[in-house]
Structures are given as C-alpha cells and as structure tokens.
C-alpha cells in the first residue's frame, strides 16, 4: 500500500502546504530542548525548495488553551532557520490577513511559518471551514507530520478532501514503509517491549500485537494491573483497578496462542513519587504496604535481557520506570542498552521511549525510532490512520 508521493507531484512554481509535526519540547525559558521533529522535516522542505516551489509551513505545539507565547511557534522558526541557513518568514496568525498577505506575496524558495494551528479551535474538530481556508492558501497539500496522523485534525484530514493535489513527505512515508514492513514479514522471535504508566492507553494495542509477536514484556507502571491480576499486593504503585479483568484476559490470551508473557520479577519501591525517596529493592512478592514500585529490579533487567537475546525483531514502546527521576531511570536505560547491543532489527517508538534512548546515549544503535508515539502504536496494530488513509494510491487498493 504506497503513499502518493511528493515525488509524484509537479512542484515546480507551486505553492506547497507542508504539515509538519513541529510540536518540540521547550524549557522553562522557551528554549527548544530537543529539535529532532524539526530536523526530521527539513528533507520534505528542502526537496520543494529544490524543486522551485514557494513553502507554507503549519504545526501545533502543545496544546494551548488559548493564544499565547508560550505556545507560539516562533522559537521553530528561528531554529529552522538556522538550520536551513535561509530565513523563515513567520506569520503572526494561521489564516488571518497576516498569513494570507505574507503567504500571496511568497515568492519562489521562500518559507512562510504559520502560527499554532491550535490556537484555532476548529484544528481539533476536524473543522471544514478551516481545513478549506488551508487548503485555499496553496496549490499542492503535503502531509510529513506523521505525529498527528492517529488523529481526525483539520489540517491532517480534512484538508485533503479541499486541497487540489494531496501527497506524503518524506518522513511520512519513511514511518509509514517501516511499519508496513515489520508487519509483513518480521524476522522471528519477535518480541514487544511494553511499558509506561497507563494500561488504558495501551490495551487495544496489546490486544492486537499478541498474534502478531512470540514474546511479550510488560514493565514500567503498566506492569502493575498485571501483577495485582495475579494476585499480588502491589502496596501504593500506579494501577488501573477496573483493567484488571482485561490483564486476566491478555494473560489468558497470550498463554493459548502460546505467546511468552514476562512481567518485572522485582521492583526499586519507594514511599513518595519523588527522587529523593528512600528506595528499597524487593521482590514483587514482597512489596510492602505504603510503597510504590517506581522502576523495575536488577533481577527482572537480568530476566529480560535474556529473553531479548534470541530476538530478531524488538519492539519497544514505553519507559520501564519514572526514568524521569535518576533514582528510577536504570531500568530503562538498561533495556535501551540491550536492545541496541542486539542483533535484532530494533524499532522504538514514543515520546518517552524516544528520550530514554537518547538519554541514554543509544539512537544511532536502533533500527527505527519513530517520531510518533500514538499514531506508530496504531499503525504496529494495524489500524487505518484517518489523516493517511486518503494519501493510500487508488489503483493499489
Ligand atoms: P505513557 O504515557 O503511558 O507511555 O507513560 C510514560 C510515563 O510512565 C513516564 O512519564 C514514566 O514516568 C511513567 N512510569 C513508568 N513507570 C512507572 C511506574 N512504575 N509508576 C508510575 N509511573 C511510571
């Protein structure tokens, strides 16, 4: 199922719309702390750039309540200038007289940035009225902003029944060839690596993946439904009491499809949600009353580095502790450690997994690490993503 590429459209002397997924983390100065999204969209701009067009860039950043500068993307566009060593030209709106006078007297290879599409609420409502104002500023759509795919947005979806050429960037097309590969094909065992704090999030997700792979581990805050499903006491740690019926059932599943299902052995527990905890080191048999599991154990980091070592493909989805806190951060930067010491086609995806890997000094040693935490989950699923299924080429179908 192919994309209608950006190399399928005749860019020259057009004005092209690129929806990107500028949505970067800042700190508390506004200081962009980690520029990744925007680096990954520069071969889409520079290949229209290349070909002679005129480029509207969009983005969300956050989810901003209201109009502010705390949610403006002008740091992006001071940073991807840089980047690209050409000005980036910054509108003060996204379709109001400023975006649309700067966006008409665009001229060939220049970049207009618009601001927060969220600062409009229609973005978020799949809003017509919007998608058309978009769709109306250029000649060709292009959707890179592989991030929001998941998602019915305006300018993801609905745009693409208004705009007069519709295509996939790049980076699009890379996240969504890599998905569609592993699924095919993935080179046995197979083992998922699941974590993060929220079964909710990650049931469906669960559900569908246990066909598909040989081996499943659960670790981070998630793993807790699961042990307290086995009748463990879990004393104070994160648990999701009314998806402990749902963990009985994935447990059940996995054992008759004959899925190998590993939970954390032990556990770091602490007293408070805090780095500065007293921590204690217990087996998840022995967690005392009071105490919250905040990290897995060097006992379950041994376990399931030797359930990885025969793998040939991994897929790892959400931290295996608060790795925010270094108290809590071992487990995860061991688990990035094994996964990019092995052999294996190693693919990440996630936000946070994404940070656990780069913090730990591992992303040149993965596979893949997808920029999109929630669309790359759906995608593994194998569910359609509203924002790609109108960029699928026709006679393919
Ligand atoms: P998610 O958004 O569901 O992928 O969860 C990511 C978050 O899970 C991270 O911010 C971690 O701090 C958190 N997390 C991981 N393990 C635990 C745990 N044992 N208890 C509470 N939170 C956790």
Request: hydrophobic residues 40%.
């Amino acid at each position: 199922m192919p994309l209608i590429s950006i190399k399928d459209v005749d860019l020259v002397n057009k004005c092209v719309f690129i929806r990107c997924d500028f949505n970067v983390p800042q700190d508390e100065f506004g200081n962009i702390s980690d520029d990744r999204r925007i680096k990954s969209a520069i071969p889409t701009i520079k290949y229209c750039l290349d070909n002679d067009a005129r480029v509207i860039l969009a983005s969300h950043l956050g989810r901003p309540k209201e109009i502010s500068d705390k949610h403006s993307l002008k740091p992006v566009a001071k940073r991807l200038s840089k980047l690209l060593g050409t000005e980036v030209i910054m509108a003060n709106d996204i379709i109001g007289e400023d975006a649309q006078n700067k966006a008409k007297n665009l001229k060939k290879g220049e970049i207009l940035l618009l601001e927060n599409l969220r600062f409009i609420k229609g973005e978020t409502k799949n809003d017509e009225d919007l998608a058309k104002s978009l769709a109306s500023m250029c000649d060709v759509y292009c959707n890179d902003a592989f991030g929001v795919c998941h998602r019915a947005h305006s300018s993801v979806e609905a745009i693409t029944r208004f705009a007069k050429e519709i295509c996939a960037g790049f980076l699009l097309q890379k996240e969504f060839n890599f998905a569609q590969d592993l699924l095919k094909s993935p080179a046995r065992p197979f083992v998922a690596v699941v974590g993060g704090s929220k079964v909710s999030g990650k049931l469906q997700a669960l559900h569908n993946l246990l066909p598909k792979v040989d081996k499943i581990i659960i670790g981070g805050g998630m793993a807790f439904t699961f042990l307290k499903a086995n009748g463990l006491n879990i004393g104070n740690s994160i648990v999701e009491e009314e998806l402990i019926e749902d963990a009985k059932q994935i447990m059940q599943t996995a054992k008759e499809l004959g899925v190998k299902l590993y939970l954390p052995v032990d556990v770091l527990a602490a007293q408070s949600f805090s780095n500065d905890s007293v921590v204690k080191k217990v087996s998840v048999q022995e967690i005392p009353n009071g105490w919250m599991g905040l990290d897995i154990g060097p006992a379950s980091s041994i376990l399931f580095k030797e359930i990885l070592s025969d793998a040939q493909t991994i897929w790892w989805n959400g931290p295996m502790g608060v790795f925010e806190f270094d108290k809590f951060s071992k487990g995860s930067f061991k688990m990035s450690h094994y996964i990019s010491d092995s052999y294996a086609t190693s693919v990440a995806g996630g936000g946070d997994t994404a940070d656990v890997i780069n913090r730990a000094g591992d992303a040149d040693d993965f596979s893949f690490i997808s920029t999109g935490g929630g669309a790359s989950l759906e995608l593994i699923e194998g569910k359609e993503l509203p924002a790609i299924k109108p960029l699928i080429l026709k006679e393919e179908y």
